[in-house]
């Protein structure tokens, strides 16, 4: 995994993993219990198509999602974004200093390993490769060229889907090459869970740093050797993937699209992307060499990385660089934040692109909460003068149809909070006492307007 110095753990897993699972590890003589729920990244029309021999592709089914999001219990104002993998679990865990903490199975390196083995390291534990972005070997300009160069913001101890901030939505599109296929054991399931895994983390970054969270309209999976891709100089693969969309694939739904290559790219460079090409149909695409190295933590920098570009990020030198450094990890070795240069550069494209929608029918907020204590509960950006109710379990994650509000709560067996009226501006407050249940105690939240859903919050009472 390219690691000076990393810790080994046993995750402890429940034999049974449904919508809602807990994990639990120990790490640098600290206690970690995931607490998590299903995170699909998936859209409603989410479709995968595969190429065979013949060249035609063909609508496959592929198991659930395994992607999860959640927090440390007790460990006030953490997320995480997690993904079931062969092994066990592959985690990214944001705490609430901005230290961030990787967890992957040792059997990626080790396939001896025990099951339940798996290793934990930090940002500062990763050994720098001579790995690069392709992007400063070519040609650069405007939009459509070359460039040339933390989880949803926390609230207390709450955990916010990607959806509890103002956040845009983007619709991504992928294509698997047949060396990627491969490289995922020829599996069509295992190619999709790899892709959504690295996504899973990616999305993540991009929530917390700049509002963005992405939706998968599709993936496509080259099965065959009789791919439309025969290169690996970078500039070259980017053009065939560029042709292949814009001939044949201009039918898929999408912002933007992505390559997943295995090949072996020319020199070192891994990965390649047009600039400032969000919502461009002809020049909406980059590509990652994804598997160049094992760590999950470099895969999603990587991939955070071509996709800045795309957002019109370009590179930048310095410890504050961060993801953007032509360099993976070669500016303060962090892949897992954007540094200032390019939050502003993304920002600005996110707020003129045309394409982009809200991703959540109006905001939820909730305050820290304590047993025995007043909590703010906020609703903003819902429709005027309307009847909105909030709604929680302790069950965990589920449906629970609300019959006067004509919606479906993602919560197992709801039971009502909170009732009011929007004011004239679509807002609506209350402040109420939480009871002296026993702490720490994981609750899950959600709001309902006519037709209409909030974000979803996991909050921990303590």
């Known amino acids: 995994m390219n690691l000076y110095d990393a810790e080994l753990t046993v995750v402890d897993l429940p034999m049974d993993v449904g919508a809602d699972m807990v994990a639990a590890f120990d790490y640098a003589g600290d206690d970690y219990l995931l607490v998590l729920r299903q995170h699909s990244l998936r859209s409603p029309d989410f479709r995968v198509r595969v190429q065979g021999e013949d060249g035609k592709l063909r609508e496959v089914e592929v198991p659930a999602p395994q992607t999860y999001r959640g927090l440390v219990l007790d460990h006030q104002g953490s997320q995480a974004a997690v993904s079931l993998v062969p092994g066990g679990i592959q985690a990214q865990i944001r705490m609430a200093d901005g230290q961030m903490i990787f967890v992957e199975p040792l059997s990626k390196v080790d396939p001896e390993a025990a099951p339940d083995l798996h290793v934990v390291y930090t940002a500062e534990n990763v050994v720098e490769g001579d790995w690069r972005c392709g992007n400063d070997d070519f040609a650069m300009g405007g939009e459509g060229e070359f460039a040339d160069p933390h989880l949803a913001s926390n609230i207390g101890d709450s955990y916010q889907d990607p959806t509890a901030d103002p956040n845009m939505l983007c619709e991504i599109a992928f294509d698997a090459d047949y060396e990627f296929y491969g490289k995922n054991g020829n599996s069509v399931p295992n190619t999709v869970a790899d892709i959504e895994a690295v996504l899973n983390d990616v999305d993540a970054i991009y929530d917390a740093d700049v509002d963005v969270v992405y939706e998968i309209t599709e993936i496509i999976v080259r099965s065959s050797s009789n791919d439309p891709y025969t290169t690996s100089d970078p500039e070259g693969l980017l053009t065939q993937f560029r042709n292949e969309w814009n001939n044949n694939q201009r039918g898929v739904q999408r912002d933007i699209a992505h390559m997943m ?182 609750i899950w939240i959600h709001a309902g307007m006519f037709q209409a859903t909030s974000n979803e919050v996991t909050a921990q009472i303590n």
């Open 261 to 442: 290559t295995g090949r072996n790219l020319s020199g070192s460079v891994i990965g390649i992307a047009y600039l400032s090409v969000i919502c461009s149909g002809s020049t909406g695409y980059g590509l990652s060499e994804s598997r160049f190295s094992s760590s999950m933590y470099q895969r999603a920098g990587l991939t955070a990385h071509e996709l800045g570009h795309n957002w019109s990020a370009g590179h930048c030198s310095g410890s504050s660089c961060y993801i953007m450094c032509p360099s993976l990890g070669g500016c303060g070795r962090h892949l897992d934040y954007f540094g200032t240069q390019a939050i502003n550069s993304i920002t600005r494209h996110r707020d003129s692109r045309n394409c982009l929608e809200e991703a959540y029918d109006f905001r939820l907020d909730v305050s820290p909460l304590f047993a025995g204590q007043n909590a703010d509960f906020d609703i903003s950006a819902g429709a005027p003068n309307s009847s909105v109710a909030v709604y929680y379990s302790v069950f965990g994650t589920g449906n629970c149809y609300v019959a006067n509000l004509d919606v479906t709560l993602n919560l197992d067996r709801c039971k009502e909070g909170l009732t009011g009226v929007t004011d004239s501006n679509g807002d609506a407050h209350w402040t109420t006492r939480i009871p002296n249940v026993k702490t720490p105690r994981v």
